[in-house]
């Protein structure tokens, strides 16, 4: 009987093997975007336990505790470390074919060469063996795990009132192989529905960048100079989350007018935030086409729906969710808009709900052109669809709508250092996915295309399409 996660899960076939044990196995990991936490990386961080290291920020496994019925108690609340992995152990059995029950059983593999099926009888000595690796091995320390995990560069999610200075201790000191670099996230740029962290974060705004900031005007000039902060420390994107594209466009009189609004205390209303937010993303892009950066628009989430229990866990804790919102007029009102004015550059489309799937990957071949092969990527699957279904989903959908051969690959979208098994499970649905279409006639049997085209996957394709590798070049862009 095969093992549980055997070496040749997901491949079905012998060219899917030879695919992913010849190529994708091998090739680096390009992780552009993650939440990591870069002090972590900069201090090679050693973790206490198992919890800290698997269950502390991991709200993908705090989800499927609390579907089991697990009390908040043992996942965000005041149990020991021991206990809240001993939590996460017995509902393992509950949750099998879960996506997070695959990660788990991989990492455990992985990071600690353990094979046993997760369950209550067998946590505690599990908890042991890796709790004693944790303690006397080095390479279980962070910067060890990244190289095991042959990751070459991460890109973590900043503020723009960041200081980055975590990040420029990194590379000035090369005290880390993987190279770290920022992503500029101006989500609390169009906050101006909650007026009370919008004025709080345009004060930390008008600090760090030195601006005085009474208007939209002088609001927008202050977000430019640290977008060209961000990009002298090494950052080539721009990532906002969004429910929707905002797609109204109104006069520049408009928009002093809602800045002063909600600079007195009074909450945007829907078209309003509509107008606000698409000028930032305006502004923004022609920044990006400027300094060579590519956008990434994360659509669909309907955050901290929980509302009893946002003020117990706070925000990030799991209790988002596929937001219904219609996305692709909206979307394809914006590229339009950006096209138009020649500021469209490399852009990524991260989709949340399955229902636009195929009509956003559509709309978007409508707005590809000679700047770039893939030029606006129908992004991997993210969120709650990065599991079997989603990623082989999206990845028959690009194949169908768009080119295959363009992607960008997978990213762990992850706080935890042992998540860089989500790379080899969509490395390893990649090469099934495909070695199925040439087994059955579909795609043609030439090996030496097949190895080009995973590797560019994997790899070689984010390597092209960012442009660190232009840094030296570029790093004295400044947008007058």
């Known amino acids: 009987m095969m093992s549980y996660l055997h070496d040749d899960v997901f491949l079905n076939s012998d060219i899917a093997k030879e695919l992913y044990h010849s190529v994708a196995a091998k090739a680096p990991i390009i992780d552009f975007h993650t939440h990591l936490d870069e002090e972590s990386i900069l201090n090679n961080y050693q973790f206490a336990d198992l919890w800290e290291l698997w269950l502390k920020e991991d709200h993908y496994k705090w989800r499927l505790m609390r579907a089991c019925g697990v009390a908040e108690e043992f996942i965000t609340g005041s149990a020991s470390p021991w206990e809240k992995f001993e939590a996460f152990a017995k509902i393992m059995p509950l949750a099998v074919g879960n996506p997070v029950h695959h990660w788990a059983h991989l990492e455990l593999k992985r990071v600690f060469n ?4 997760l369950n209550s009888e067998n946590a505690k000595s599990i908890w042991d063996e890796a709790n004693k690796q944790l303690c006397t091995n080095p390479q279980l320390r962070v910067q060890g795990l990244l190289d095991n995990f042959q990751v070459e560069l991460v890109c973590t999610t900043d503020d723009p009132c960041s200081d980055l200075l975590i990040h420029e201790k990194i590379n000035q000191d090369n005290c880390s192989t993987t190279q770290v670099y920022p992503t500029f996230r101006p989500d609390q740029a169009m906050n101006i529905q909650n007026p009370v962290e919008f004025n709080a974060w345009v004060e930390q705004l008008a600090e760090v960048s030195g601006e005085a900031i009474h208007s939209f005007a002088s609001f927008y000039q202050a977000l430019k100079s640290r977008h060209n902060y961000f990009h002298s420390h090494g950052c080539r994107l721009s990532d906002h989350g969004l429910a929707y594209s905002p797609c109204r466009e109104v006069s520049p009189g408009d928009l002093e007018a809602i800045f002063s609004k909600v600079t007195q ?28 950066w590519t956008m990434q628009l994360h659509l669909g989430p309907l955050r901290n729906v929980n509302s009893k229990m946002l003020p117990v866990t706070g925000k990030d804790s799991g209790f988002d969710t596929m937001g219904g919102f219609p996305q692709t007029a909206n979307l394809i009102q914006l590229l339009d808009n950006f096209s138009k004015a020649n500021i469209l550059g490399k852009t990524i489309i991260y989709n949340l709900n399955p229902v636009e799937s195929e009509s956003i990957c559509c709309a978007i071949q409508n707005f590809q052109n000679e700047q770039a092969q893939g030029l606006v990527q ?28 363009t992607s960008i690959g997978m990213l762990t979208d992850s706080r935890s250092f042992t998540s860089y098994v989500r790379h080899e499970y969509y490395r390893r649905l990649l090469c099934g996915y495909i070695g199925d279409a040439v087994q059955a006639g579909e795609m043609p049997d030439d090996r030496e295309s097949l190895h080009s085209l995973i590797y560019d996957i994997c790899y070689g394709n984010a390597a092209h399409y960012f442009n660190w590798q232009n840094e030296k070049k570029s790093q004295n862009y400044v947008l007058s």
């Open 378 to 405: 129908y992004g991997p699957a993210w969120w709650h669809l990065d599991h079997v279904r989603g990623i082989r989903e999206q990845l028959d959908i690009l194949t169908s709508l768009g080119a295959i051969g």
């Open 114 to 117: 353990i094979e046993l099926l």
């Open 265 to 292: 205390g009074v909450a945007a209303t829907e078209d309003e935030w509509q107008a606000f937010a698409f000028a930032v993303l305006k502004h923004i892009a022609q920044w990006n086409c400027a300094a060579g």
